[in-house]
């Protein structure tokens, strides 16, 4: 598929989350109909990190998440990400 606006310009906002559904993994995003309810970072069907709760706006999950992913990424790499 090739990308788009739309997907171009969440990858610059969000280039961790990006980089971890390219190597695999993917996200959760879930809401209680009010409120984004968190998000969740999988790998091979397993938790490997999860969000708080309570979120007005995608935006605010999304940015968590990208937050989530990149202290991730720098507890395997040394802190070099």
């Known amino acids: ?14 280039p961790n989350i990006q980089r971890w559904i390219e190597s695999g993994g993917h996200v959760e995003l879930g ?3 009010y409120l984004f309810s968190g998000g969740r970072l999988m790998r091979r069907d397993k938790l490997v990190g999860e969000t708080s709760d309570g979120y007005y ?3 605010q999950a999304l940015e968590d998440l990208e937050r989530l992913a990149i202290a991730h990424y ?8």
């Open 1 to 14: 598929m090739a990308p788009n606006d739309t997907t171009t310009s969440l990858a610059k906002r969000f």
């Open 31 to 33: 809401s209680d109909g």
């Open 57 to 59: 706006t995608l935006d």
């Open 74 to 81: 720098r507890s395997q790499d040394g802190g070099r990400t």
